[in-house]
């Protein structure tokens, strides 16, 4: 599926002639090391990605958007690949390969927009990393208030939540929600977002996500935060996941220091390590992690950014060493 989204992209891209098109480009590469019990603990440079984002106008009431990323293996993937057809802010239906809007973080989390290197706990477990789909998405603005709704194949039942994502549907129903916002004042806006779908294979058992976003920025200061909440439900038993996190730095300038406190609680006792199919299930999932992420980002130029991030990693009942230290470098042009 991905490869014929991709050629249907570049066959796409060919017909438009380059006065139409304005590109954004990324690059990041990561080094971290951490604790003996950290994945990485020896030191490892990683996470190399680069992107390009293509959007421009077909028509008046017509524009598009394709965003490529290029992975260290040598693949690359399709991020979005959408037509767009509307005539003003207040709606806006698009078809194809989108952003699945929950939360605000996830459509916001190229190397160039985080103050922060990793991911946080809940966006981490409980969805997949730049969460995508294929189907129609509309959206809209009116007034002090924006929506986005949105129907495509859903996620996929794997061995966690965050391991769900398709894009050739698994069975019969298929996954809906939204995004509902308020902006209260400039700088200050919040948000709510649905999910549900049927996501086994047997098209018999439901998954709903709902997430509550907070973004604040006021006299240099910068306050983000996410909470989200997801029931899985699983043979004769349901399985629950639960976190957030809440950060906030101040803009100096250059020079942006940066903290987040991170929570997450996550039960199922069908999946975890060992899950193959509904006849096959894996060793359960039983977590209560929490992290501090503390660091900076600095904004050596335009298009030059230098993030550390020092994570201060816990776990209830359970004693690790898997703190880390990672550094990043991430331009875009």
């Given at each position: 599926m991905k490869n014929k989204i991709l050629l249907f992209s570049f066959l796409f891209f060919a017909l438009i002639t380059p006065g139409q098109s304005e590109i954004i480009g990324y690059f990041s590469l990561d080094f971290a090391i951490g604790q003996e019990q950290s994945e990485v603990s020896k030191g490892s440079f990683q996470n190399s990605q680069a992107g390009l984002l293509f959007f421009g106008d077909i028509s008046p009431s017509v524009s598009y958007l394709t965003e490529f990323r290029f992975k260290p293996e040598g693949t690359v993937d399709?991020?979005?690949?959408?037509?767009?057809?509307?005539?003003?802010?207040?709606?806006?239906l698009n078809l194809g390969l989108y952003l699945v809007p929950f939360g605000r973080?996830?459509?916001?989390?190229?190397?160039?927009?985080?103050?922060?290197?990793?991911?946080?706990?809940?966006?981490?477990?409980m969805y997949p990393?730049?969460?995508?789909?294929?189907?129609?998405?509309?959206?809209g603005r009116i007034r002090?208030?924006?929506?986005?709704?949105?129907?495509?194949?859903?996620?996929?039942?794997?061995?966690?939540?965050?391991?769900?994502?398709q894009f050739r549907d698994n069975n019969k129903d298929k996954g809906k929600g939204g995004r509902l916002g308020l902006v209260i004042s400039q700088g200050?806006?919040?948000?709510?977002?649905?999910?549900r779908s049927k996501y086994d294979v047997d098209n018999s058992r439901n998954l709903t996500l709902q997430g509550v976003d907070l973004f604040w920025y006021v006299e240099g200061v910068l306050v983000h935060a996410e909470y989200s909440k997801a029931r899985m439900e699983i043979p004769d038993d349901t399985g629950n996941a639960e976190g957030f996190f809440i950060q906030?730095?101040?803009?100096?300038?250059?020079?942006?220091?940066?903290?987040?406190?991170?929570h997450?609680?996550?039960?199922?006792?069908?999946?975890?390590p060992g899950f193959v199919s509904p006849d096959v299930p894996g060793s359960g999932i039983f977590e209560k992690k929490r992290r501090w992420a503390l660091g900076f980002a600095y904004q050596a130029s335009q298009n030059f950014l230098l993030k550390f991030e020092?994570?201060?990693?816990?776990?209830?009942?359970?004693?690790?060493?898997?703190?880390?230290?990672?550094?990043?470098i991430a331009f875009s042009f």
């Open positions: 399709v991020e979005q690949a959408l037509v767009s057809f509307g005539t003003s802010e207040a709606f806006a973080y996830n459509q916001s989390s190229r190397p160039h927009q985080t103050l922060l290197i990793n991911p946080p706990l809940n966006v981490e477990r990393f730049f969460w995508r789909d294929v189907g129609v998405l509309l959206e002090s208030f924006f929506y986005s709704a949105f129907l495509g194949n859903g996620l996929f039942e794997d061995v966690s939540l965050s391991g769900g994502q200050f806006e919040i948000a709510y977002s649905y999910y906030a730095a101040l803009d100096l300038g250059q020079f942006r220091p940066v903290a987040c406190y991170q997450l609680d996550y039960e199922d006792g069908f999946h975890g020092y994570d201060l990693n816990s776990e209830k009942d359970v004693e690790l060493k898997n703190d880390s230290l990672s550094v990043q």
